[in-house]
């Protein structure tokens, strides 16, 4: 079974600049996760998807990040503009339906550093 | 607002010694647990998780882990680590209805051969 797959693993910007990030879940999960993980720190969740609806972005920052789920299989996560505080890895994890119980699958995440 | 707590940051033991990290989270009601290993240049990957049944739960590789509920506890043991278990380790909890994972801060392991 193919695992989570996130590109790019690897991103330098300079603050101010926007940046892209991509996540396809495992097939079938219906359920999707974006982290932020700061060095030092366990991840902390940023947004769930349960299909293409959102289920939790109470720890998003709107006024700069945002992400979608057309589909309801992959899914983007942007910063718009970069601070240097963003600097993190963001990890993209998914489930088979959400429940509490579940276990979450975790892709590689994408390692930001703002300059 | 709910907390997971690893009490050791870096543990640095012998191949052969035994293990035992230790994860309290804060919240009283019902939980489910999970622990969470991180090997140099992989994915976060499940090692074990509880939600019900015996409190005694046995991972991968030889790990297992003890629900205490009166201690907030789920510490994670295995009897004699080896040097590919070099490794971080995450505790994370989810409460009844919701999924999200809270996690602690992890605790770095290095096994020395």
């Known amino acids: 079974e193919a695992g989570v797959a996130q590109s790019p693993r690897y991103k330098i910007i300079e603050k101010r600049q926007s940046v892209a990030f991509w996540c396809n879940p495992i097939?079938?999960?219906?359920?999707l996760y974006w982290y932020q993980q700061i060095l030092g720190q366990g991840p902390k969740l940023l947004i769930q998807?349960?299909?293409?609806?959102?289920?939790?972005d109470s720890q998003l920052p709107k006024d700069r990040f945002s992400a979608e789920r057309l589909k309801g299989v992959d899914s983007t996560l942007k910063i718009q503009p970069a601070k240097l505080e963003d600097s993190a890895v963001y990890l993209c994890?998914?489930?088979?339906?959400?429940?509490?119980?579940?276990?979450?699958?975790f892709g590689p995440g994408t390692r930001l550093t703002v300059l | 607002a709910q907390s997971v707590s690893q009490h050791n940051h870096h543990v640095i033991l012998s191949e052969a010694a035994s293990l035992e990290l230790g994860c309290n989270y804060s919240y009283g009601g019902t939980v489910n647990l999970f622990w969470y290993v991180q090997y140099p240049g992989q994915h976060l990957q499940l090692l074990l998780k509880y939600f019900s049944g015996d409190p005694l739960v046995k991972g991968i590789k030889g790990f297992e882990a003890e629900f205490i509920k009166s201690k907030f506890s789920f510490n994670l043991r295995k009897p004699s680590v080896q040097w590919s278990d070099t490794a971080e380790y995450f505790c994370?909890?989810?409460?009844?209805?919701?999924?999200?994972?809270?996690f602690g801060k992890g605790t770095m392991l290095l096994v020395s051969p």
């Open positions: 998807f349960q299909n293409n609806g959102v289920v939790d």
């Open positions: 994890a998914s489930s088979s339906a959400g429940l509490s119980t579940d276990t979450q699958y």
């Open positions: 994370a909890v989810t409460y009844s209805g919701y999924s999200t994972l809270t």
């Open positions: 097939s079938g999960h219906a359920t």
